[in-house]
């Protein structure tokens, strides 16, 4: 397990959520789904201390979190620790993890579900090379 506060460390590269592992079916009590249109789909997720979610996708999204909140994303054989503060936009490159709410505050983010592909797909080596959770602002 890896203390990663930046989401700096690998990442699990994941083709965009499909209905096998898309968060809204697989963690119900967590994700919903708050816009959707062709370009773009819009989810809110809330957690409390303590709650797990189940293996889901994420396609290339931008996060904003409404609350501070701690976080372990565990997937494909790694874990990460995430703290992030209240009101920070992340981006989230494509991935597949599990999430468990860690501290003491609820967990309460929006998520900016990209439709459009990537501009150039990552070769599974660049993929690699990707974060797990969020990324830390350039």
């Known amino acids: 397990m890896t203390n990663d506060p930046a989401g700096t460390s690998d990442a699990i590269p994941s083709d965009e959520a499909g209905p096998a592992n ?3 079916q697989t963690n119900p009590g967590h994700y919903r789904v708050i816009l959707e249109n062709e370009r773009v789909r819009v989810l809110e997720y809330l957690d409390s201390p303590g709650d797990k979610t189940t293996p889901h996708a994420h396609p290339d999204s931008v996060m904003f979190t409404l609350s501070s909140f701690s976080r372990r994303l565990s997937g494909n054989g790694r874990e990460v620790d995430v703290v992030l503060p209240q009101g920070e936009a992340r981006w989230l490159a494509a991935q597949e993890h599990s999430g468990e709410n860690t501290g003491d505050t609820q967990t309460h983010t929006i998520f900016f579900e990209l439709k459009e ?9 660049a993929a690699a090379g990707q974060p797990l959770g969020p990324a830390a602002p350039e």
Request: glycine residues 0%; hydrophobic residues 25%.
């Open 117 to 125: 592909p990537a501009p150039t797909p990552p070769s599974p080596a």
């Open 22 to 24: 898309d968060p809204v």
